[in-house]
């Protein structure tokens, strides 16, 4: 009787996981224990950094972001020649947490979150300067 009870519930906690840790995230895994939040709260260091513009593509940047559970972000970003810059605020998801949206005063960024997983971050974001589509893609993994 007991092992039938345990059965039971196994199955259903499986099934339960199964539909609520579907990805969502374009690169993402297809299941994970662990919360976005748990996830994405980490130390982070660029391994690819892409900035398209009509100019051509520019490779020769880094990003270090480091987001913290209480709220806060902290982003150290380097674009050759130039000196480092750094950018402190709050960080939150959307409602359906495919974006990361970082604030900085009235300022926000919002990136599409492609891929979440432990110990790997994939954003995204098209944006618009001069009237031309800019592409940013970043991708980090956990130091």
Same mark, same amino acid.
């Given at each position: 009787?007991?092992?039938?009870?345990?059965? *039971?519930?196994?199955?259903?906690?499986?099934?339960?996981?199964?539909?609520?840790?579907?990805?969502?995230?374009?690169?993402?895994?297809?299941?994970?224990?662990?919360?976005?939040?748990?996830?994405? /709260?980490?130390?982070? &260091?660029?391994?690819?950094?892409?900035?398209?513009? &009509?100019?051509?593509?520019?490779?020769?940047? /880094?990003?270090?972001?480091?987001?913290?559970?209480?709220?806060?972000?902290? @982003? &150290?970003?380097?674009?050759? +020649?130039? +000196?480092?810059?750094?950018?402190?605020?709050?960080?939150?998801?959307?409602?359906?947490?495919? @974006?990361? #949206? #970082? /604030?900085?005063?009235?300022?926000?960024?919002?990136?599409?979150?492609? *891929?979440? *997983?432990?110990?790997? #971050?994939?954003?995204? @974001?098209?944006?618009?300067?001069?009237?031309?589509?800019?592409?940013?893609?970043?991708?980090?993994?956990?130091?």
């Amino acid at each position: 009787m007991i092992k039938s009870i345990f059965t *039971k519930l196994a199955f259903l906690f499986i099934v339960a996981i199964s539909f609520t840790a579907c990805d969502k995230y374009e690169e993402g895994a297809n299941y994970s224990l662990l919360t976005a939040k748990m996830r994405i /709260t980490n130390s982070w &260091v660029s391994s690819s950094y892409t900035y398209e513009t &009509v100019l051509g593509t520019t490779t020769s940047s /880094t990003s270090e972001l480091t987001i913290e559970k209480d709220g806060s972000f902290t @982003q &150290v970003t380097t674009v050759s +020649p130039f +000196p480092a810059s750094t950018t402190t605020g709050t960080w939150g998801f959307n409602s359906d947490k495919t @974006q990361l #949206l #970082l /604030t900085n005063g009235n300022t926000v960024d919002t990136w599409d979150i492609i *891929k979440l *997983k432990n110990k790997e #971050l994939k954003l995204k @974001q098209i944006g618009s300067v001069l009237g031309s589509e800019t592409t940013a893609t970043i991708e980090y993994n956990a130091e």
